[in-house]
Every structure is written in structure tokens, then in C-alpha cells.
């Protein structure tokens, strides 16, 4: 048996003595679907949000398997740390950074080097120097003659997540809200494609899962992100073997360049030249199990791949 730590988005005004609430519902019953499989293997599971870590340790951590607040368990003796999911994080980048330091002497997934590189988006020029073909993508003072002559540019946070600061700038006069500011974003080539749907593929190590397909809002046509809380919509998807092929070959990229990568989210977008990568999430991604219909499955396939993962480590430690 083990002992699992898993970082929690938590809803505190639904916490109580003996539940640990949940705060995005997109991701509310995948979270319940992984503890409670693991579980039944047999491992101890235990909650934590990660704004409750204090010096060295956690100041609260809530016993799944037994449905209420303990005392908490040192680090040290947690046998994984799966970063899951973290509320706020990209606005207190130091202090994620001070947890990730924490956890240095444990086994964590994603690795704890996949994590912080996956941080900023810069590691899209890193992968498209291997190969990897993504969507045009500039430092904000590369695009001043490119938007003057009529491109169209989205604008993005180096650092963010959810759609959040993401704006589309026809004239140098719609980047005025990042003035001064142009070093903690970049400009990625504007592609009509996404009104087609961004597929977002799910992998446990390089194995395709399931997929879901996100469309920009129907209502709002000046809308061109795809993000659930932004009015886009998410259904089912069968990817092709070309997105899948694609996909894993940005994981084995991924791997090649030091990172390795054991639970993902890839999102990619059509092109004339095949699947382009949108981004490539090591970080907090959202599963959409339960869009897919697949929560439970992909809980217990998620719960193995951990179990596997932890006895790998167990035996290499005692070699």
C-alpha cells in the first residue's frame, strides 16, 4: 500500500469536517473518479490545497479514504505527489515554486523539471527547433511591421491559463493593454481554423485515452477562444491516427529534451499541412473525462498507470 498526495483546487465554502470540496466543476468528478480507484487498489489517498502549505509542510490535508482532516503526514513519507490541480497558481508563481521545492524529495507527476518548464510557453519555440510544427509564434516588438502590413495576432501570458488575458490585436493600437508589459507575452499568428474545433487529446505516458473537440462560442462571433468558461463548447471526439501520431510525437519530444511526461493534455488545430500544436498541457490540464463518457474508465486506467509507476520506483530505490 501507498501513500498518494494530491494537489486540489479547493472550494472552501463547500469544505466541511468530513468533505473536501471541489472547485471546478470540469474537473469535479475526474478527481473523484482517480481517488476513488486508486483507493481500491489499495493506496491511501490524501487532499491538499496548495495554498495551506506553510513552511515545510501542509497545515491541512484531508484523508480521502477516511472522509475527514488528519494531522498531516510528512512529505517525505508520501510515496507520490500528483500536482493536479492548484487554484490561482500562475499569480503566485513564487510561492508554486516554493511548493515544487518542497516536493523535491519525492516521487511527483508530472517530474517536477516537466513542471517547471511547462510553465512558460516558450517551450513551443523549444519544440518547434525539434521539428514540431506549431502555430507562428513572435516576442511582441517581431510583430510591429507584421500587424502594420495586416496580420492578426492573438496575444497571449507567457504565464496563464484559461483563456485568461488572451486577446485578439488587429492594429498596434489594440496591443495598448500590454504596454510596457511586452516580455510576459507573446503573439501567435491568428488561424481561422479554430472556428473548426480545438482537439484536445488526453495520454497516460504516450497512450492515447480519449479526446474532446472545443468550439469557440456560436453566440459570440467575435469569440475565438474555445475555453468552457468563456461560452465555448466541449463534445466527444474520435481523433484521427494522424492527430494521435502527431500528439505522441510532441510527448516523445517532450521526453527527448529532458522532460519526461506521464500524465498530458495535447491540443492541436488543423492546418493545410496536418495537426499544428495549439499547447501542449504538462501542467494542470483539464481531462474532460466525464465529457467523454469516460470518467470511471479512465479513473481506474489512470489508477493502474500510478500503481505501475510507484513499484517502478519502489524497486529502482532498492537497487
Not at 26 to 54: R, T
Request: aromatic share 12%; glycine share 6%; with cysteine.
Amino acid at each position: 500500500m501507498s501513500t498518494i498526495l494530491i494537489t486540489m483546487a479547493e472550494d472552501v465554502a463547500a469544505t466541511s469536517a468530513t468533505n473536501f470540496g471541489i472547485r471546478f466543476p470540469v474537473d469535479e468528478h475526474d478527481c473523484l473518479h482517480f481517488a476513488q480507484s486508486l483507493k481500491e487498489l489499495g493506496h491511501q489517498i490524501y487532499f491538499v490545497n496548495w495554498m495551506d502549505l506553510g513552511i515545510n509542510e501542509f497545515e491541512r490535508m484531508f484523508s480521502y479514504n477516511n472522509s475527514e482532516f488528519v494531522r498531516p503526514i510528512n512529505l517525505r513519507d508520501m510515496d507520490m505527489i500528483f500536482v493536479y490541480k492548484m487554484e490561482g497558481f500562475y499569480a503566485d508563481i513564487p510561492r508554486f515554486k516554493r511548493m515544487l521545492d518542497r516536493f523535491a524529495q519525492a516521487n511527483v507527476i508530472n517530474d517536477l523539471a516537466t513542471i517547471r518548464h511547462n510553465l512558460d510557453k516558450s517551450y513551443l519555440w523549444q519544440l518547434e527547433k525539434f521539428g514540431i510544427r506549431i502555430i507562428p509564434s513572435y516576442r511582441i516588438p517581431e510583430i510591429s511591421e507584421r500587424i502594420e502590413q495586416g496580420e492578426n495576432f492573438v496575444i497571449k501570458p507567457l504565464k496563464g491559463e484559461r483563456g485568461k488575458g488572451i486577446f485578439l490585436a488587429r492594429t498596434k493600437a489594440e496591443l495598448a493593454p500590454i504596454r510596457g508589459e511586452d516580455e510576459q507575452y507573446f503573439a501567435q499568428q491568428f488561424m481561422p481554423s479554430i472556428r473548426q474545433g480545438e482537439r484536445s487529446l488526453v495520454f497516460l505516458g504516450h497512450k492515447y485515452q480519449h479526446a474532446v473537440i472545443k468550439h469557440p462560442s456560436a453566440e459570440n462571433k467575435a469569440e475565438f477562444r474555445c475555453n468552457e468558461s468563456l461560452g465555448g463548447t466541449v463534445a466527444i471526439y474520435e481523433p484521427t491516427s494522424e492527430e494521435i501520431d502527431f500528439c505522441q510525437r510532441v510527448l516523445k519530444t517532450y521526453e527527448d529534451m529532458g522532460y519526461p511526461v506521464h500524465f498530458s493534455r495535447i491540443d492541436v488545430i488543423n492546418s493545410e499541412a496536418g495537426s499544428i500544436l495549439l499547447e501542449a498541457e504538462l501542467l494542470n490540464p483539464s481531462i474532460y473525462a466525464n465529457y467523454s463518457n469516460k470518467g470511471k474508465q479512465f479513473g481506474d486506467r489512470l489508477a493502474l498507470y500510478f500503481d505501475q509507476y510507484m513499484s517502478v520506483k519502489k524497486k529502482a530505490s532498492r537497487l
